[in-house]
């Protein structure tokens, strides 16, 4: 009778007839960083318990599918969620993730930090030993909200320094609690049913997103193209110049069929922006007065001449026949396929190193630097978020960076100013005071 071995388990007959059993992670999930070991299990009821679903292995392959559900962005494994007692916190964010707050609000890229965050908050543990998961929803009350944020902050030495990690937790802790108290007001807690608005955190200076300039997306956009790498260096490009977000240029947003295209006026590049749902038509080209054409992009247009049209997106790879294994279909041709986000992280992050720029040169960064350019040209807020589709003024504020241009230009401005108020006193033979009281006079 052939036994019942759990997933990844494999057995192996020793010397003298022994039966000996590993727990063994895929080559390919080992690849991608899985951090659960390779280990030996000894016996087969230590193994795999009695009836094979039990044992070390069944432990194993839990820590297993918590890795794997992070790292492929889906639900948490539903190993505590699936059975979790109406009104728990298990529940509580269980309902959460199936909201349309969550389900239509909260991107696929997001996702899995969203799940390695609710799962992180459930398998907090309080001083009685119990998992937070598993305590009712009322029993979290604004004093425990404060005593949760210091567990939040606390590194594994018990040191306050995750202040980043406390700010993320608390919000979506926030937001969750909102949620589901607007669908399950009977599971919550009637005098406070959210404890989180309020909640202090610790004050910390926040990093700034790095920001590249110019010459250095060309820089490496021109030797991405030297080294083949045509993708790589048409995104970078796309981000800078037309500020559409990394994710959005990989995922097909932008198209051949919007390229160039305007049948009525100047040719156009349209730029589709997922997150908001805005489409911006950017010319590409100016007509003056006197008829001559001007072109608005010709570096840019320079790379995207390299790309070959190998679909409706303007950014596919091109995925060869393998050669030299067994299996391969004689009649096997190349097709496309969209990059991954991270295989362009890599790739993007490899080119750079060969070129000679910063660390910090990201696709995400190059977004960052075409934002920041724009604040140098000394554009109006509202210029500026006609061409970046932005919503709100606060959120296209956080994007361009204080740099010494924008610096410098604001004190020519001041300067400009002080100059000019001097030239009149000295002309009216009045002290800036009292020109002051009289610009500012209400007549």
Not at 186 to 211: C, H, I, L, S, Y
Not at 381 to 398: D, I, N, P, V
Not at 425 to 436: C, F, G, I, M, N
């Amino acid at each position: 009778m052939a036994l019942k071995l759990p997933r990844y388990v494999l057995h192996k007959t020793l010397s003298g007839g022994r039966q000996a059993f590993y727990f063994t992670v895929p080559v390919k999930y080992r690849k991608a960083g899985c951090p659960v070991p390779n280990e030996p299990l000894g016996d087969y009821v230590t193994a795999c318990g009695i009836d094979g679903s039990g044992g070390r292995a069944a432990v194993l392959n839990a820590l297993f599918d918590d890795w794997f559900a992070q790292y492929t962005g889906k639900a948490v494994a539903e190993r505590n969620l699936a059975g979790a007692r109406v009104g728990s916190i298990d529940w509580l964010f269980r309902e959460y993730k199936r909201s349309k707050a969550y389900l239509e609000k909260v991107s696929k890229r997001s996702r899995p930090g969203y799940e390695h965050s609710m799962q992180a908050i459930c398998n907090f543990v309080n001083k009685k030993g119990e998992r937070i998961g598993s305590l009712p929803i009322k029993s979290i009350s604004p004093r425990a909200a404060d005593l949760l944020y210091e567990k939040f902050i606390a590194n594994e030495q018990g040191e306050p320094i995750l202040y980043r990690r406390g700010e993320k937790f608390v919000g979506l802790c926030r937001k969750a609690w909102r949620v589901v108290h607007r669908l399950y007001p009977a599971e919550f807690a009637k005098d406070v049913p959210n404890p989180w608005p309020g909640v202090t955190m610790k004050t910390r200076v926040k990093a700034t997103k790095a920001a590249v300039t110019r010459e250095q997306v060309y820089t490496f956009a021109n030797g991405a193209v030297e080294r083949g790498e045509v993708g790589a260096a048409a995104a970078a490009v796309i981000c800078f110049e037309w500020l559409q977000r990394p994710e959005n240029v990989l995922a097909g947003h932008i198209r051949w069929t919007g390229y160039r295209a305007n049948k009525s006026g100047p040719p156009v590049i349209q730029i589709e922006h997922h997150k908001t749902g805005a489409k911006i038509d950017h010319p590409l080209e100016d007509v003056l007065d006197d008829g001559t054409t001007v072109q608005l992009y010709p570096e840019a247009e320079v790379i995207l001449a390299h790309l070959k049209r190998l679909g409706v997106p303007l950014i596919l790879r091109e995925v060869l026949p393998a050669t030299g294994k067994r299996h391969v279909k004689p009649d096997a041709k190349a097709y496309a396929k969209p990059y991954s986000f991270s295989g362009m992280q890599k790739i993007v992050q490899r080119l750079r190193k060969d070129i000679g720029l910063p660390a910090h040169f990201t696709l995400d960064a190059c977004r960052h630097g075409g934002m920041t350019e724009l604040e140098e040209a000394e554009l109006t807020e509202g210029q500026g978020r006609a061409l970046s589709a932005h919503r709100t003024k606060e959120s296209y504020a956080g994007y361009a960076k204080r740099t010494a241009p924008r610096v410098l230009a604001a004190t020519r401005k001041r300067r400009a100013h002080v100059l000019a108020i001097s030239a009149q006193t000295e002309s009216r033979d009045l002290s800036a005071d009292e020109l002051w009281q009289e610009k500012t006079a209400v007549r």
